[in-house]
């Protein structure tokens, strides 16, 4: 079975940063694109960053120059630092990656961790 498990989330004061972890486990056979996604009570899940597997990147226009996200292909893992951060970026940030086991790829989610941004 495949899971995806976040971890680094937290309780950071405004200007602060938080790095979080994403890490796959199971039998794969190969990973495409990887990414974070954040959600706030009432609202849609929204996209923060996406990196491909050849290292390309995207990031959502209110977290660039903030975010970076990263991965290490050879640990099946995403990260995502989060620098000077704010009470906007207050939300559960769930990671999901493009999976093939067997012969389809499909996303997977992990079950999320809260990043809290408040003085």
């Known amino acids: 079975q495949v899971q995806l498990v976040e971890s680094g989330g937290g309780l950071v004061q405004p200007g602060g940063s938080l790095r979080l972890s994403c890490a796959v486990s199971g039998s794969i056979s190969s990973i495409r694109d990887m990414g974070w996604y954040r959600q706030t009570p009432g609202k849609e899940r929204e996209l923060v960053a996406r990196?491909?597997?050849?290292?390309?990147?995207n990031h959502a226009d209110s977290v660039k120059g903030r975010f970076t996200i990263s991965r290490d292909i050879t640990k099946n893992a995403v990260y995502l630092q989060m620098n000077s951060l704010n009470v906007d970026d207050t939300a559960v940030y769930y990671c999901n990656a493009d999976i093939r086991r067997n012969y389809f790829y499909r996303i997977y989610w992990g079950q999320g961790t809260q990043v809290t941004v408040s003085s």
């Open positions: 990196i491909s597997s050849d290292g390309s990147t």
